[in-house]
């Protein structure tokens, strides 16, 4: 019998995720059917299941019910409770980032998670790029020394218009914040997924559309265990004729790596030798998905990676990952970094973090 997938919330990230479904399906990567979606937008909710040949449910409640899988795609401060019914259900669950509205939210997810024992996997999906993955194999076969120097800069047009559409981002209520949490959260997962745990951080924030409690620039400088210090820059501007794009460059003590393209790379890497193209390979099996060579072909792929892995894990053939745990991290450094910002900048004690015993 087949896998049934369930969708609640059928906004921009539900369409990215049912096409990277399709596209494993289609490939006979894993067999599963769309088997009902729901979001409290009626007609998004109906051309959703017209496209993808899922039943349109009345309720979140009834896609659990009639699902093996679900995938949370719905505004920040709807997960907590969306999580809640999926655990209480037992059903595996696919959590879209930030996984919460704050740090405390989150951990109370990690909680209801661990107790419940259900196959959970959060959207971090900037971990199973090739490109991060690539660097972090840099990182830690240590052949050009020690990380030293990071800086990352995050820009995308203030996703309440264009091809984003989503209002919701707007409102503190609904997101918990701007750039930093709602986009940047992948940032500082990333970095520190490379260069490690963060001993101590300082952050400034500014808020230019005038959204209350909605920062639309965020800088925050990190300084981590290994030695490293990295600074990101995260924007959201007016510049709707511009993609949403990662910058990202990195002194070793005897090399120095830069990247453009956030999910395939290459990676540039230049030494006392000289420069070179490192090259990031897909995994086999997403390699293997006939697509043409387009922009949004790449966009696909990139989500199929992480789904086929969860897809994998429902099966019991790997683990899911990033993990509730992964994302309370995250959190943590995002909350620390507001901290930082309402105090002028003010360092902030990272390794204070006290983590309850689950």
């Given amino acids: 019998m087949a896998f049934k997938i369930g ?15 399709r596209s494993i399906h289609d490939a006979n990567l894993v067999d599963f059917t769309f088997e009902a979606n729901f979001d409290e937008d009626f007609e998004r909710a109906k051309q959703f299941s017209h496209v993808n040949g899922s039943s349109l449910a009345k309720s979140a409640d009834e896609v659990i019910a009639s699902s093996d899988a679900v995938w949370i795609c719905t505004p ?34 990690e909680r ?3 107790e419940s024992g259900i196959l959970f996997q959060v959207g971090l999906v900037l971990r199973t790029c090739p490109v991060f993955l690539k660097l972090k194999s840099i990182v830690e076969d240590g052949k050009f020394g ?34 930093l949490i709602e986009h940047s959260i992948h940032d500082i997962d990333i970095l520190t997924f490379c260069f490690g745990e963060v001993e101590t951080l300082s952050a400034n924030t500014s808020n230019n559309a005038r959204y209350v409690g909605i920062e639309d620039v965020a800088a925050v400088r990190m300084f981590h265990k290994t030695g490293a210090i990295s600074n990101l820059i995260s924007v959201w501007h007016q510049i709707t004729t511009r993609p949403s794009t990662r910058r990202l460059e990195v002194f070793f003590e005897n090399g120095f790596v830069w990247l453009e393209n956030d999910f395939i790379g290459p990676l540039n890497l230049q030494t006392d030798s000289g420069s070179q193209v490192v090259q990031c390979e897909l995994k086999k099996e997403v390699a293997s998905i006939d697509m ?33 745990k992964d994302a309370v991290m995250a959190h943590w450094l995002i909350d620390a970094a507001y901290r930082s910002a309402s105090m002028g900048g003010m360092g902030i004690e990272a390794i204070e973090m006290k983590r309850p015993d689950f």
């Fill in 146 to 179: 020690a990380p030293m120097a990071v800086n990352m800069r995050d820009d995308q047009f203030f996703p309440v218009q264009g091809h984003y559409a989503s209002k919701w981002r707007s409102d503190v209520d609904q997101a918990g914040g701007g750039t």
């Fill in 292 to 324: 043409p060579d387009t922009d949004i072909a790449l966009t696909v792929k990139m989500y199929a990676q992480e789904n086929l892995m969860f897809l994998h894990a429902a099966k019991g053939i790997s683990e899911p990952g990033p993990s509730a």
């Fill in 7 to 21: 969708f609640i919330g059928n906004g921009l990230i539900s369409w990215a995720h049912a096409m990277a479904l």
């Fill in 112 to 114: 209801i998670v661990a």
């Fill in 76 to 109: 920040t401060a709807s997960h907590l409770g969306l999580v809640r019914k999926c655990a209480n259900s037992k059903i595996a669950t696919f959590c879209e980032k930030p996984l919460a509205l704050n740090y405390p939210e989150a951990l109370e997810i």
